[in-house]
């Protein structure tokens, strides 16, 4: 008798066992190397999550990582939510061209990959919709900007869509949005403004104020931003001459022996900078622009603008990092701490 009810037990047990295998799971990767902003290989946290085409990422006042191996195409635009933390899987392919990702207010995204070369993997934001950044502020109504975005790695492509940056602010046909605090140390980025939209700043608009560019620091990597119609290449977003004002550049900071970059202002000429302010009907005031890169490191769509710079010390190495500057500055700069002496006006650009 024992045996016999026995039996049935173990058959509901493993029954149980076989539907809790089918069941599906939150999954769960290993612990994921990647490169940090300083090239460093690190180990990211035990709780890093495979992300398999969620739109919705983080939660809010907690520190989330995600690995991207594979495709991965989310079928509409990604949201970020408190602390994010994505690394690009060597071969990987983060397809968000379905809408792009929301940044904004006091949220941050950070883009790893797990090395440099042909294998490097990719990150791909469009806004397919309007008014957005491919990656930053959505279009909606608020003062409140672009959040924090942070690019240590990858191959990355942001376009926006009608008056977006490509990288940080929104725009409306009434007015632009802040493009929040950007920082750019490795990978290869691309970033396309909409209509009025800065390559990597401020959104733009029509009628109205167009977004400043926010603050950008960019201090390795090799940097693409194109800006569209009155849009900076980096910096300020732009609005129609005639019809609303531009946006002012905010506090950009490139510098850094390896660091390429390429800045072009939109086509449309009313005074827009490849690195500086937007372009429109009025001008805003001097905020601090300093770009300190070696010869042929700096260009536009015109050709090379670079400075010859002599640096003293290599990006992110302890202490100080000087660098002695040509003309217009002809001087030596502490690089970390000189931004705020060193200011230009709008439309005054000596790139």
Known sequence: MGSKRAFPFVLILLLLVGLAVMLPTAAM?????????????????ATTDDYTGQTALGTASTTTWYA?????TPGSRITVTGDVHIILADNSHLDASNGGITVENANSLTIYAQSTGTSMGKLTATDNFGGRAGIGRLYTAGSFSAGNITI???NITATGGDYGAGIGGSGTYGVGRDGGNITISGGRVNAQGG???AGSGGGGCNTGTAGPGGNITISGGTVNAQGSNNGAGIGGGGCNAGSGGVGSHGYIL???ETTSVTATKGTTNTGQEDIGCGGGASISGAISVFVALLQGNLKNGSGNIGNPVTFSAMPGSAGTVTAELPAPWSRTVNILTGLDTIEKPCRSSPF
Not at 34 to 42: A, F, I, P
Not at 68 to 72: D, L, Y
């Open 29 to 45: 990767a290993a612990a994921t190397s990647y490169l940090d902003e300083n090239g460093n290989l690190l180990t990211s946290p």
């Open 68 to 72: 991207v191996t594979g495709t991965q």
């Open 152 to 154: 240590t790695g990858g």
């Open 195 to 197: 209509n009025n939209g």
């Open 254 to 256: 490139i510098y850094g």
